[in-house]
C-alpha cells in the first residue's frame, strides 16, 4: 500500500464507532456514532467514507455488529484488516477473563 493511500482507522467500542482518515502521518477529522450493541444510529451507513482503499477496524462490540461494519467497508472498496487481541502471545499471558472484550 503506497503512503498516498486512502486509509481510514475504524474503532467499535461497547457504544460507539469512531473512525478517521490517516492524514499526512496524522489523524484526520474523527467520526462518532452511537450504537446500541445490536445496531448503529439511524443512517450511520452514509456517514461512512464513500471511497477508501484500506480500513484498519479494531472492536470490542458484538461480532454481528462488527460483521455489518466489515462488510459495508468492503462494499466501498476497502481492504479490511482487523486487529485483534489474543489471550497469550510468546508465553505473555493476559489474565483478563475476556481477553477479546479488552481491546487491542
Given at each position: 500500500?503506497?503512503a498516498a493511500?486512502?486509509?481510514?482507522?475504524?474503532?467499535?467500542?461497547?457504544?460507539?464507532?469512531k473512525f478517521?482518515p490517516?492524514?499526512?502521518?496524522g489523524?484526520?477529522?474523527i467520526?462518532?456514532?452511537?450504537?446500541?450493541g445490536?445496531?448503529?444510529?439511524?443512517?450511520?451507513?452514509?456517514?461512512?467514507?464513500r471511497?477508501?482503499d484500506?480500513?484498519?477496524?479494531?472492536?470490542?462490540a458484538?461480532?454481528?455488529?462488527?460483521?455489518?461494519?466489515v462488510?459495508?467497508?468492503?462494499?466501498?472498496?476497502?481492504?479490511?484488516s482487523?486487529?485483534r487481541t489474543?489471550?497469550?502471545?510468546?508465553g505473555?499471558?493476559i489474565a483478563?477473563?475476556?481477553?477479546?472484550r479488552?481491546?487491542?
Amino acid at each position: 500500500m503506497s503512503a498516498a493511500a486512502n486509509t481510514w482507522l475504524f474503532d467499535l467500542g461497547n457504544s460507539r464507532l469512531k473512525f478517521a482518515p490517516l492524514r499526512d502521518g496524522g489523524i484526520g477529522d474523527i467520526v462518532a456514532i452511537e450504537h446500541d450493541g445490536t445496531a448503529f444510529a439511524s443512517g450511520w451507513d452514509a456517514r461512512l467514507p464513500r471511497e477508501l482503499d484500506a480500513a484498519c477496524v479494531a472492536a470490542v462490540a458484538a461480532p454481528d455488529l462488527c460483521a455489518r461494519l466489515v462488510g459495508a467497508l468492503a462494499a466501498r472498496g476497502a481492504q479490511v484488516s482487523q486487529a485483534r487481541t489474543l489471550a497469550t502471545l510468546d508465553g505473555l499471558r493476559i489474565a483478563y477473563a475476556q481477553p477479546e472484550r479488552l481491546g487491542v
